[in-house]
């Protein structure tokens, strides 16, 4: 089955951001999202450091999202963003499903960005964690705290199963300095692609 790249980009990176970022709370009618574990990486401790990065599960279909990034340094225009979307096989390795180009995330924050829809995703995400986006320069910290989400504004086109993203930043220089990394698990998910699961179903 031939996927559309535009459609395959941007559904890919949308599911990519809610699991990175927010944590996805579910009700025991719909039990759809559940973050499983979280790692943060400064890859640059001079300039950036991490104080604290975990995941709070309060049962077994919620939990919550928790990290602090200190700014030794103004990060000064451009940053950049990166997202990869993969998912787990049977050896507990994770495979690549979708990785994209690096985006200049202060054009996205500034509302000067080329494509709207990536656009409307940031304010989406604005919405529900706006103490994780600030206007560029970045400085200071960055502290997210039990962190949601609607699950009513959220999209579940893969199959159920164990997701893996990873969220990279890299400064001016185009030099990454973060990484997060995130797996998370989809429960009743619609198998929009077509995708095999570990049985091959």
Do not use: W
């Not at 973050?35 to 104080?51: A, H, M, P, Q």
């Not at 000064?76 to 096989?89: F, V």
């Amino acid at each position: 089955m031939k996927i559309d790249s535009k459609i395959f980009f941007i559904v890919s990176l949308k599911i990519s951001l809610i699991a990175i970022i927010i944590p996805l709370s579910v009700s025991s009618s719909q039990s759809i999202h559940r973050i499983k574990s979280v790692e943060c990486i400064s890859l640059d401790n001079k300039s950036l450091s991490v104080d604290f990065c975990f995941v709070k599960a309060y049962s077994r279909q919620v939990s919550t999202l928790n990290l602090k990034f200190d700014f030794h340094r103004k990060f000064p225009k451009p940053i950049y963003i990166q997202y990869i979307l993969g998912r787990k096989n049977s050896g507990n390795f994770c495979q690549n499903i979708f990785k994209s180009d690096l985006i200049e995330f202060c054009e996205l924050m500034e509302g000067v960005a080329a494509n709207p829809m990536i656009q409307n995703l940031f304010h989406l995400l604005n919405d529900t964690a706006p103490q994780l986006f600030q206007k560029c320069p970045y400085q200071g910290s960055i502290i997210v705290t039990n962190a949601t989400f609607d699950l009513e504004k959220s999209l579940v086109v893969f199959p159920s199963g164990l997701y893996c993203t990873e969220l990279n930043s890299f400064d001016d220089k185009k030099k990454q300095v973060t990484a997060v990394k995130l797996t998370f698990e989809i429960k009743n998910g619609f198998n929009f692609f077509g995708l095999k699961d570990k049985r091959g179903n």
